[in-house]
Structures are given as C-alpha cells and as structure tokens.
C-alpha cells in the first residue's frame, strides 16, 4: 500500500475508484473530475448500470483516463457516526478491492472516499480504509499495489502517519 498527493484521473494504473453518488450520472468534486477526464462515453455507460447503492461498488471502462478501469463506489454521507456510517465505507472499500480480485487488476487507486462533500472526518476515514485494505490485500492475491491518492496535504499526512503500522 502507498499513499501519493495528486490527481487520480492521472493514475496509469489498472483501475481507479470514483467516490460517485447513487445516481452515477457525475458530480462535483472527484466524480466530476474523473467525468470530466473519461469523456462523456463513461456517463452513456453509467446510465445502462441503473445507479449505485451507498456501499456498493460497480465497474466501468476508463474510456479517456489513463487507467483502464474505473470502479465506482458510493460512500456514506457523515451523520454523526451513529447511522451506520463506519460499516457503509468499509463495504465500499471491501467491494472495489474484491471487485479488483475478481478481475486480477495489479494495481488500484482510492481517492479519500466519503471525506469530501459527504464530510466524513478524514482521520477515522483513513484508519478505516488502511485497515480494510490491509486485510484485503492478506485474504487475497491481488491487487498487488494499492495506492490511496490524497488531493489535499491534510489527507496525505493523515495517511503518512497511519500507514506504518500496516507495512
Ligand atoms: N483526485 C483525487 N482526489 C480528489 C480529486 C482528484 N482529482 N478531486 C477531489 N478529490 C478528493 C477530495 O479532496 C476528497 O478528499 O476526493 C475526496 C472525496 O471528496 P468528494 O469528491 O467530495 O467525494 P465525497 O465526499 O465521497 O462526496 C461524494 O460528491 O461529487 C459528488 O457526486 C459526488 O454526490 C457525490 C459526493
């Protein structure tokens, strides 16, 4: 597992996960990022998946992106932490990593799922994805490198002091 600071839509890797809303059609922040870049042949394949639930994950083509794949998985929206939120982002997490065993990708990207507009608190988010991962990657042979793409400093520092205790 690593941790990079940058933009996910330009990962070459073999897939990245959208943290997308349950409609799939696009949004703002790292979904309309990765809309953008795709190109509009991703959200003609969106529409034939008839939507997303939260904590679930569904694939797409990359069409435009570097990466081949995307994998798009729906987070919780913050609520206090009393509704369910924690076990929500641990099954979008267990999803795309099994989503990325079934289809024996080597190498998968995280944006900071849930931590943006849906205000999940970015340090108990992180620790969760580390730990959900880490045993992922032990119960299964792949994905060989998983990559958690911070967009913001605070993330990244966040993720640098939590990783080491995994590796
Ligand atoms: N690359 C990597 N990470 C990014 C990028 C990018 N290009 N753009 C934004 N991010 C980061 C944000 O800084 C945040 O850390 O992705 C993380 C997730 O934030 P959001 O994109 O706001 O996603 P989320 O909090 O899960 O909210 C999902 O937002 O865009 C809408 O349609 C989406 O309704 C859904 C909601």
């Known amino acids: 597992?690593?941790?990079?600071?940058?933009?996910?839509?330009?990962?070459?890797?073999?897939?990245?996960?959208?943290?997308?809303?349950?409609?799939?059609?696009?949004?703002?922040?790292?979904d309309g990022a990765i809309h953008r870049a795709a190109g509009s042949e991703l959200v003609d394949e969106c529409r034939s998946l008839a939507g997303c639930k939260v904590g679930d994950a569904k694939l797409t083509k990359g069409y435009r992106l570097p990466a081949r794949f995307i994998i798009h998985t729906v987070g919780p929206v913050w609520?206090?932490?009393?509704?369910?939120?924690?076990?929500?982002?641990?099954?979008?997490?267990?999803?795309?990593?099994?989503?990325?065993?079934?289809?024996?990708?080597?190498?998968?990207?995280?944006p900071c799922i849930s931590t943006g507009i849906y205000r999940y608190p970015k340090d108990i988010a992180a620790k969760l994805a580390v730990k959900i991962c880490s045993e992922q990657l032990q119960k299964n042979g792949r994905p060989q490198?998983?990559?958690?793409?911070?967009?913001?400093?605070?993330?990244?520092?966040?993720?640098?002091?939590?990783?080491?205790?995994?590796t």
Do not use: W
């Open 1 to 30: 597992m690593e941790i990079i600071l940058g933009d996910i839509t330009k990962l070459k890797v073999d897939a990245i996960v959208n943290a997308a809303n349950t409609s799939l059609l696009g949004g703002s922040g790292v």
């Open 145 to 166: 490198r998983v990559i958690f793409c911070c967009y913001d400093q605070e993330n990244y520092e966040i993720y640098e002091k939590i990783l080491p205790e995994y």
């Open 79 to 110: 609520r206090g932490g009393s509704h369910g939120e924690q076990e929500l982002l641990a099954q979008c997490y267990r999803k795309c990593m099994q989503i990325a065993a079934d289809k024996e990708f080597d190498t998968l990207a995280f």
